[in-house]
């Protein structure tokens, strides 16, 4: 009926507090009917009207903070970048330069991010404080391209969390109004946090709890971080190479 068992991977910086994550992620998977329980450990069945049911097991896996990890970040904001251009506001579709401010300036966010911050915090942070940092560094604190900041940093935390087997929330673009009507008011909020008195820490939480309440398991493939990684980053990558 199942055909093969397939695979699942959920990456984790901290053990017990993404346990907490993966939990709700799973609990709205389950109300929502698209996954079961089969009574096996780490077993799951995956529903869907629009294909065929099928077994996975749960495999989770530890996040490794070294200089690969920021390559990929690196290389997968800027893709969103990209992205971001065909996302209009509520003013239409903004029209202009999407680029880095500077060349190295993502690279050196995420390497601030991943060897100071989140390296000397591994003990009490979890994912989701992960992607409200790369969230608050690229729509309010750093600003690192010059135009489509916002929409950037709501790709680029979606991506993330996509690579880790979580799912955002109407993040993607399915229609032109979904960002708009999910999100955009949202992201606004957060880029005049600073004007709004809110501290870095507060932005931060208000950050974590709209993701906490906001994330699904994704399980629309079987590719693990630690595998995007060993594949797409082959060498260390030089700024040039870096800038789109």
């Not at 939990?23 to 096996?40: V, Y």
């Not at 970040?73 to 251009?85: A, D, F, H, R, Y």
């Not at 690229?138 to 880790?164: E, M, W």
């Not at 820490?201 to 399980?219: A, R």
């Amino acid at each position: 009926m199942f055909g093969l068992v397939r695979k699942y991977f959920f990456s984790y910086i901290n053990e017990n507090n993404d346990a907490k994550i993966f939990d709700k992620a799973l609990g709205k998977s389950i109300k929502s009917g698209m996954i079961q329980n089969t009574g096996e450990d780490n077993i799951l069945i995956f529903n869907s009207k629009f294909q065929q049911s099928y077994k996975f097991i749960v495999f989770k896996e530890p996040i490794v903070l070294e200089k690969q990890l920021v390559v990929h970040l690196t290389k997968l904001i800027l893709k969103q970048l990209e992205l971001s251009k065909i996302i209009p506001t509520k003013t239409g579709l903004e029209k202009g330069d999407y680029r880095q401010r500077s060349k190295g300036n993502v690279e050196s966010i995420v390497s601030n991010l991943v060897f100071f911050k989140w390296f000397y915090n591994q003990d009490n942070i979890s994912v989701l404080d992960m992607a409200a940092d790369i969230m608050y560094r690229i729509a309010v604190s750093n600003h690192p391209f010059t135009n489509g900041n916002k929409r950037t940093a709501l790709l680029s935390v979606g991506a993330f969390l996509d690579s880790i087997g979580l799912y955002l929330y109407f993040y993607k673009i399915r229609t032109k109004t979904d960002y708009l009507s999910k999100w955009e008011d949202f992201m606004i909020n957060i880029a005049s946090s600073r004007e709004q008195g809110l501290t870095e820490d507060q932005t931060l939480k208000v950050i974590k709890d709209k993701l906490f309440e906001s994330i699904w398991m994704n399980f629309s493939s079987e590719v693990s971080l630690h595998k995007e990684i060993k594949q797409n980053v082959q060498k260390e990558v030089s700024h040039e190479e870096l800038e789109l």
